[in-house]
């Protein structure tokens, strides 16, 4: 059993480049244990990203060339425009099959969900999404991740799904809490 859940949440209130330089460090630990990592976000905290890697000294062209770092901002998980959660689970579980049968020990995620949902902000998906996600890391040790919450542009009861769906709370790199709030899928879908 792991002393940190695999499946955190970061709710951010500053700027979500302020939390960059930890979240890189996270993916260059999760690296050095033989992780691929993939960081899904907008244009530019991509970019951001890529400078605060590379700030910590991370050789991000070996790294993306080897395959063990996948910095992207694709919506593939987007159908017309709109959040699937169906898609975007596949997706995940492609990736973790794939990072393991290139010889990772696994895959680690972080996305901002605000960028995840897409511009149709449908948050009556987030709680299937995240609840589902839950169920799917509980049974697959070779996945674990970060999911991003921006407390200043999302939805109380967006926040509140975060909070319910999340085993710990992601302070940095050293540090996360377990999440008191957290309420596993199968209790949130019987409350």
């Known amino acids: 059993m792991d002393v ?57 062209t070996a790294e993306i060339g080897k395959g063990a770092l996948i910095l992207t901002s694709d919506q593939n998980h987007l ?46 998906k987030l709680l299937e999404y995240e609840s589902r996600l839950d169920e799917f890391m509980q049974s697959n040790e070779s996945l674990s991740g970060v999911c991003q919450y921006d407390s200043k542009t999302l939805p109380t009861h967006a926040i509140e799904t975060g909070l319910c769906s999340h085993p710990a709370i992601y302070v940095n790199e050293t540090l996360s809490h377990l999440n008191a709030r957290y309420k596993s899928s199968d209790r949130a879908a019987s409350a």
């Open 79 to 124: 159908s017309s425009g709109r959040f699937d959660v169906e898609r975007m689970l596949e997706l995940l579980q492609t990736a973790v099959r794939q990072a393991t049968t290139d010889g990772y020990a696994g895959l680690w995620a972080s996305g901002d969900i605000t960028w995840e949902l897409g511009g149709e902000e449908n948050f009556d």
């Open 4 to 60: 940190v859940p695999r499946h955190q949440c970061l709710i951010y209130e500053k700027s979500p480049s302020a939390y960059l330089k930890e979240l890189a460090r996270t993916m260059i630990a999760s690296l050095n244990e033989n992780r691929r990592c993939l960081y899904l976000n907008s244009p530019a905290m991509v970019a951001g990203m890529r400078c605060a890697l590379a700030a910590e000294g991370l050789d991000l």
